[in-house]
């Protein structure tokens, strides 16, 4: 019986090698789906006027009764955090949208990219999904427009939660410097060579992904290097600092979790200390040893670390 058992297991591993080999893409699909799965969440598809919206949802309410909404950086998309919400969505509802432009929601290539464009796209979608207030975090660019979502609608916002937040005026990163000497944007890549440079500058320790798989993501981000491009032109130069949108409104009042990765290359540490400048009520968490996302380098940790501070904060 044990020989039988076995012989089924080793049988069921190469059928899934084989799967990762021969049907990447569908195998990254199944992976994806047992990853939400296992996390509580599932993907919906919502039409907002012309624009149709790809998430993920799912979780338990939360005791005030409000979902927590996350929101990802350039270039990538809501299952930067389904890791991370698996710790999350048995105390409360959490909601992952792909932002328009990215993911598998509307590319609407050539479309308004700006900050302000971004939040009352997302305004529009939480409306219509019926919620009128959350709790709201966001990742790089994604904190950007958590940022300024609060200062534009301070009391539809409970708590901030900004993991090395775009969007502030302050010590110029290794990236930028880099940037700055004549070199292109590393987080838009067009070659196998500068997918693997963009993990090194993202990651201190970058997740292990098999070959094909890796293939599939790679590819994706290639096609889009150029819609990218136009992304972010409207972003730097472009979109007001958070220094600029926060001070003087209601959303300085807000309470904040601030986490940074202490080895963040793409944007400078003291961010975190900027940051919390302008948002009083705010308590700051530097994480050693940890890049730009901490909610993909150390999701569980990211995940405790934001149940303890709402916990402590009665929130």
């Given at each position: 019986?044990?020989?039988?058992?076995?012989?089924?297991?080793?049988i069921?591993?190469?059928?899934?090698?084989?799967?990762?080999?021969?049907?990447?893409?569908?195998?990254?699909?199944?992976?994806?789906?047992?990853?939400?799965?296992?996390?509580?969440?599932?993907?919906?598809?919502?039409?907002?006027?012309?624009?149709?919206?790809?998430l993920?949802?799912?979780?338990?309410?939360?005791?005030?009764?409000?979902?927590?909404?996350?929101?990802?950086?350039?270039g990538?998309?809501?299952?930067?955090?389904?890791?991370?919400?698996?710790?999350?969505?048995?105390?409360?509802?959490?909601?992952?949208?792909d932002?328009?432009?990215?993911?598998?929601?509307?590319?609407?290539?050539?479309?308004?990219?700006?900050?302000?464009?971004?939040?009352?796209?997302?305004?529009?979608?939480?409306?219509?999904?019926?919620?009128?207030?959350?709790?709201?975090?966001?990742?790089?660019?994604?904190?950007?427009?958590?940022?300024?979502?609060?200062?534009?609608?301070?009391?539809?916002?409970a708590?901030?939660w900004?993991?090395?937040?775009?969007?502030?005026?302050?010590?110029?990163?290794?990236?930028?410097?880099?940037?700055?000497?004549?070199?292109?944007?590393?987080?838009?890549?067009?070659?196998?060579?500068?997918?693997?440079?963009?993990?090194?500058?993202?990651?201190?320790?970058?997740?292990r992904?098999?070959?094909?798989?890796?293939?599939?993501?790679?590819?994706?981000?290639i096609?889009?290097?150029?819609?990218?491009?136009?992304?972010?032109?409207?972003?730097?130069?472009?979109?007001?600092?958070?220094?600029?949108?926060?001070?003087?409104?209601?959303?300085?009042?807000?309470?904040?979790?601030?986490?940074?990765?202490?080895?963040?290359?793409?944007?400078?540490?003291?961010?975190?200390?900027?940051?919390?400048a302008?948002?009083?009520?705010?308590?700051?968490?530097m994480?050693?040893?940890?890049?730009?996302?901490?909610?993909?380098?150390?999701?569980?940790?990211?995940?405790?670390?934001?149940?303890?501070?709402?916990?402590?904060?009665?929130?």
């Amino acid at each position: 019986m044990l020989k039988k058992l076995l012989l089924g297991l080793v049988i069921a591993i190469g059928v899934l090698i084989g799967l990762v080999y021969t049907f990447p893409e569908h195998a990254l699909a199944l992976a994806m789906d047992a990853e939400r799965d296992a996390s509580g969440l599932q993907a919906e598809t919502v039409a907002v006027g012309d624009l149709k919206w790809h998430l993920l949802a799912g979780g338990n309410a939360a005791a005030d009764g409000l979902p927590l909404v996350l929101i990802h950086g350039f270039g990538g998309n809501a299952d930067h955090w389904t890791r991370t919400a698996r710790t999350l969505t048995p105390r409360m509802r959490v909601i992952a949208p792909d932002l328009i432009g990215f993911g598998s929601s509307d590319a609407l290539h050539g479309g308004d990219f700006t900050i302000p464009a971004q939040v009352a796209r997302l305004h529009a979608l939480l409306q219509q999904m019926g919620v009128h207030k959350a709790h709201f975090g966001g990742n790089s660019m994604g904190g950007w427009v958590a940022g300024a979502y609060a200062a534009t609608y301070p009391a539809e916002v409970a708590s901030l939660w900004l993991l090395d937040s775009a969007g502030l005026n302050t010590t110029k990163s290794e990236m930028t410097l880099r940037m700055e000497q004549g070199h292109k944007l590393p987080l838009v890549v067009r070659s196998a060579e500068e997918f693997d440079a963009r993990m090194g500058w993202v990651f201190v320790t970058p997740p292990r992904l098999p070959g094909p798989l890796k293939g599939v993501l790679m590819a994706r981000d290639i096609a889009n290097a150029d819609h990218y491009d136009a992304i972010r032109a409207q972003l730097y130069g472009v979109s007001l600092w958070l220094d600029t949108l926060i001070p003087n409104t209601a959303a300085a009042h807000i309470p904040a979790l601030i986490v940074w990765g202490e080895k963040d290359r793409v944007l400078h540490p003291d961010g975190a200390t900027a940051l919390q400048a302008l948002l009083p009520k705010s308590k700051k968490i530097m994480m050693p040893d940890i890049g730009h996302c901490p909610m993909l380098e150390v999701p569980t940790q990211a995940a405790a670390d934001y149940l303890a501070w709402r916990d402590n904060s009665k929130l």
